[in-house]
Every structure is written in C-alpha cells, then in structure tokens.
Nanobody, 126 residues
Framework: QVQLVESGGGSVQAGGSLKLSCVVS?????????MGWFRQAPGKEREGVAV???????NYADSVQGRFTISQDSAKNTLYLQINSLKREDTAWYYC???????????????????RGQGTQVTVSS
C-alpha cells in the first residue's frame, strides 16, 4: 500500500510558475514501478500529463511538453511537477498517482493508476 499527499497548488497569473509536490509513504514504496501526474479541469476528462519510471525515465503529454518537468527526490520520498509558462488552460485539479504494475508507465495510463492522492488545485488567471 502507498499513500500520496499533494501540495503546492494555488492561484497564479498566466506566464507564472508553480511547483507541485507529492509526498509518498508506505511500506512498499521501493516497489513502485511508475509515478505520475494527471489533471482534471471542470467539465473535462482527466488528462495524464507526466510520468516517471522507477529508473528515472520520463514521459510527457504533448500538450505540456517543454513546460512541465517531473522529477523525484527519493531521499525525501517526494514527487514533483514543475510547471512553467502557465496558461489558463492549465487550470485544473492536479493529482499524483502511483502503480506497482510494470509496462504502463505512460501519460495515457496514469489516471488509471491504483493509488492516487486527493489533489491540489491550480488556477491560472490572465
């Protein structure tokens, strides 16, 4: 089992930056195969944005490539999402998620990962 708690969301102006954090805890975090972030905007479907595999390989959705950076600090058991050049369309609830299943480490799978946090809200104004 693993628990995830996000933080770092807020209200920012377009063009600004935010860094989201996700603290991961549990007895078997060492066995996590993939972690990532997905988001859901009001009235829209969930969208996977970024993932990072157990060996550090990363993958991004085309819509965020070049603006979002996923990273992790294993010593702090924390996953991060750096968001730069924020746009109004980035407004959403952002969730971190994790899976022990191998072979599904991609942005199109992350919102179906079994373990997820409660989310942190990002609001971008013009």
């Amino acid at each position: 089992q693993v628990q995830l708690v996000e933080s770092g969301g807020g209200s920012v102006q377009a063009g600004g930056s935010l860094k989201l954090s996700c603290v991961v805890s549990g007895y078997t975090t060492w066995a996590i195969a993939c972690m990532g972030w997905f988001r859901q905007a009001p009235g829209k479907e969930r969208e996977g944005v970024a993932v990072i595999g157990s060996h550090g390989s990363t993958n991004y959705a085309d819509s965020v490539q070049g603006r979002f950076t996923i990273s992790q600090d294993s010593a702090k058991n924390t996953l991060y999402l750096q968001i730069n050049s924020l746009k109004r369309e980035d407004t959403a609830w952002y969730y971190c998620a994790a899976t022990y299943v191998t072979g599904v480490c991609g942005p199109s799978y992350v919102y179906d990962f079994k373990y997820r946090g409660q989310g942190t809200q990002v609001t971008v104004s013009s």
